[in-house]
Protein backbone atom coordinates (compact mmCIF):
# COMPACT_ATOMS: atom_id res chain seq x y z
CA UNK A 1 0.00 0.00 0.00
CA UNK A 2 1.54 3.26 -1.28
CA UNK A 3 0.97 5.78 1.74
CA UNK A 4 2.45 8.97 -0.24
CA UNK A 5 0.79 12.35 -1.27
CA UNK A 6 -0.53 12.29 -4.43
CA UNK A 7 1.31 13.69 -7.01
CA UNK A 8 0.09 17.41 -7.12
CA UNK A 9 -0.82 18.77 -11.09
CA UNK A 10 0.74 22.24 -11.95
CA UNK A 11 -2.20 24.85 -11.65
CA UNK A 12 -2.51 26.83 -14.97
CA UNK A 13 -2.91 31.08 -14.97
CA UNK A 14 -6.64 31.69 -15.52
CA UNK A 15 -7.88 34.12 -17.94
CA UNK A 16 -10.64 34.90 -15.84
CA UNK A 17 -9.54 37.70 -14.45
CA UNK A 18 -7.51 39.45 -17.86
CA UNK A 19 -10.86 39.02 -19.16
CA UNK A 20 -12.56 41.05 -16.59
CA UNK A 21 -10.30 43.72 -16.89
CA UNK A 22 -10.87 44.18 -20.47
CA UNK A 23 -14.90 44.27 -19.92
CA UNK A 24 -14.54 46.84 -17.24
CA UNK A 25 -12.42 48.67 -19.50
CA UNK A 26 -14.87 48.61 -22.36
CA UNK A 27 -17.65 49.62 -20.27
CA UNK A 28 -15.84 52.15 -18.73
CA UNK A 29 -15.35 53.82 -22.56
CA UNK A 30 -18.64 52.84 -23.42
CA UNK A 31 -20.20 54.84 -20.43
CA UNK A 32 -17.74 57.96 -21.33
CA UNK A 33 -17.63 58.13 -24.90
CA UNK A 34 -20.18 60.94 -26.44
CA UNK A 35 -21.74 59.53 -29.67
CA UNK A 36 -22.54 62.24 -31.92
CA UNK A 37 -25.75 62.27 -33.89
CA UNK A 38 -26.34 61.82 -37.72
CA UNK A 39 -26.53 64.80 -39.78
CA UNK A 40 -29.97 65.44 -40.53
CA UNK A 41 -29.31 64.81 -44.62
CA UNK A 42 -26.20 65.37 -46.79
CA UNK A 43 -24.71 68.52 -47.13
CA UNK A 44 -21.62 69.40 -49.25
CA UNK A 45 -19.58 72.24 -47.91
CA UNK A 46 -18.07 74.17 -50.06
CA UNK A 47 -14.41 74.53 -50.17
CA UNK A 48 -12.27 77.57 -49.32
CA UNK A 49 -8.34 78.57 -49.66
CA UNK A 50 -8.19 79.03 -46.14
CA UNK A 51 -10.35 78.37 -42.75
CA UNK A 52 -10.45 77.29 -39.40
CA UNK A 53 -12.75 74.30 -38.11
CA UNK A 54 -15.80 76.02 -36.68
CA UNK A 55 -16.96 74.62 -33.30
CA UNK A 56 -20.47 76.62 -32.68
CA UNK A 57 -23.11 75.66 -30.03
CA UNK A 58 -26.03 75.79 -32.65
CA UNK A 59 -25.90 74.21 -36.23
CA UNK A 60 -28.23 75.26 -38.81
CA UNK A 61 -27.93 72.75 -42.09
CA UNK A 62 -29.02 73.57 -45.32
CA UNK A 63 -29.44 71.39 -47.98
CA UNK A 64 -29.55 72.53 -52.23
CA UNK A 65 -32.89 72.89 -52.80
CA UNK A 66 -32.92 75.56 -48.97
CA UNK A 67 -34.53 73.26 -46.80
CA UNK A 68 -33.42 73.87 -43.45
CA UNK A 69 -32.76 71.84 -39.98
CA UNK A 70 -31.54 72.94 -36.36
CA UNK A 71 -32.00 71.25 -33.18
CA UNK A 72 -34.78 68.82 -34.14
CA UNK A 73 -36.52 71.51 -36.43
CA UNK A 74 -37.53 71.58 -39.72
CA UNK A 75 -38.37 74.40 -42.21
CA UNK A 76 -41.19 76.50 -40.41
CA UNK A 77 -40.16 75.51 -37.34
CA UNK A 78 -36.65 76.65 -37.52
CA UNK A 79 -37.02 80.79 -37.50
CA UNK A 80 -38.69 80.61 -34.42
CA UNK A 81 -36.14 78.24 -32.80
CA UNK A 82 -33.87 80.29 -33.89
CA UNK A 83 -35.39 83.39 -32.16
CA UNK A 84 -35.76 81.68 -29.50
CA UNK A 85 -32.49 81.54 -28.96
CA UNK A 86 -30.00 84.18 -26.80
CA UNK A 87 -29.01 86.21 -29.94
CA UNK A 88 -25.83 87.74 -27.96
CA UNK A 89 -24.51 84.21 -26.78
CA UNK A 90 -25.29 82.27 -29.52
CA UNK A 91 -23.00 81.48 -32.52
CA UNK A 92 -24.16 79.88 -35.36
CA UNK A 93 -22.76 77.45 -37.64
CA UNK A 94 -24.38 77.52 -40.94
CA UNK A 95 -23.73 74.01 -42.80
CA UNK A 96 -25.09 75.36 -46.12
CA UNK A 97 -24.37 72.75 -49.07
CA UNK A 98 -22.36 74.15 -52.04
CA UNK A 99 -25.23 74.01 -54.71
CA UNK A 100 -27.28 76.02 -52.58
CA UNK A 101 -27.75 79.24 -54.45
CA UNK A 102 -26.18 82.47 -53.66
CA UNK A 103 -29.39 84.65 -53.76
CA UNK A 104 -31.29 81.93 -51.29
CA UNK A 105 -28.10 81.97 -48.91
CA UNK A 106 -28.07 85.94 -49.12
CA UNK A 107 -31.91 85.43 -48.00
CA UNK A 108 -31.37 83.81 -45.22
CA UNK A 109 -28.55 85.66 -43.87
CA UNK A 110 -30.53 88.60 -44.11
CA UNK A 111 -33.26 86.77 -42.14
CA UNK A 112 -30.81 85.72 -39.14
CA UNK A 113 -29.65 89.23 -38.93
CA UNK A 114 -33.16 90.42 -38.70
CA UNK A 115 -33.63 87.81 -35.46
CA UNK A 116 -30.21 89.68 -33.98
CA UNK A 117 -28.16 86.19 -34.86
CA UNK A 118 -25.05 88.04 -36.09
CA UNK A 119 -22.26 85.47 -34.82
CA UNK A 120 -22.60 83.31 -37.83
CA UNK A 121 -20.13 81.22 -39.24
CA UNK A 122 -19.99 79.35 -42.72
CA UNK A 123 -18.67 75.97 -42.91
CA UNK A 124 -16.01 74.99 -45.69
CA UNK A 125 -13.93 72.95 -46.49
CA UNK A 126 -9.99 73.05 -46.93
CA UNK A 127 -8.68 73.05 -50.80
Known sequence: MDLSPPLRKSRTESIVPMINVVFLL???????????????????????R??????????????????????????????????ALNAAETELLLR??????AARLAEILMTLAQLNLTRVELAVTRQ
Do not use: N
Open 96 to 101: ADATLE
Open 50 to 83: DGSDAQAKVVLYIDGTGRMHVDGAEDAAVLPRLQ
Open 26 to 48: LIFFLMTSQIAPPDPFEVTVPTA
